[in-house]
């Protein structure tokens, strides 16, 4: 993470996602601009939150450590998701970890300076609400997709959900295919064959360390509402 001294910049994203309108009171001259680099991680399980964040620009996802040692994927973020208000509200540390998929851009808040004024502000209070309630609905919705979609959906929708588009016909995975199976929920060999189905279909062709994307249409198909 590397904070940058921007003001104009710091307006152009306070005004763009109307942040002020989440405070009852002035507090612009304490949101700082925060730039995290590409798979860098935001928040790391187990440690104290330092600032309540708003996702203003990229992508990142959501993952705990589970205590055998495994990864489970959890959640993806974007724009305008909030990160650190649990641990605001309960003064606990991260139970998870926040990875950035791509180049990410947050506005910061610092934690020590909320503590004494975040319950005074109702407006701040009904966003840190309604944020919980949505992450909430995520989360039980999430939890059930990977008890219950198969591994060739949850697929299709990770490989969407990183950021791979229809212009971006040629992409890796920037994990292994061990971690990418922990995260999924499934073993590495049940993932490759996985895979391979996909490239046998027509949807991905592998091409040496990289995949492309043969038919989009079909792959969005396959991720459905996954992981949205």
Known sequence: MYKVKDLDLLNKYINTHNIDNLFSSNIKENIELLFFDKRELIIQEGEEITHLMFFVEGKAKVYMTLKNGRLLLLDFYKELDTLGDMELITNDIAACNVES????VCLGIPVKF???NYDKDIKLLNFLCNSLGEKLKRSSKNST???LYPLENRLASYI???GVNKYDKEFRFDET??????LLGA???HLHRTLNK????????RKEDSYL????????ELAADIYR
């Open 177 to 182: 295919l061990t971690i990418i199976s922990e």
């Open 160 to 162: 969407i959900s990183i």
């Open 145 to 147: 997709i990977n008890l």
């Open 101 to 104: 998929i791509e180049s990410c």
């Open 114 to 116: 909320l503590k004494n």
């Open 187 to 189: 073993s590495y060999r």
């Open 213 to 220: 994307i043969v038919d989009y249409n079909k792959l969005e």
């Open 198 to 205: 996909l490239c046998e279909k027509g949807i991905l062709f």
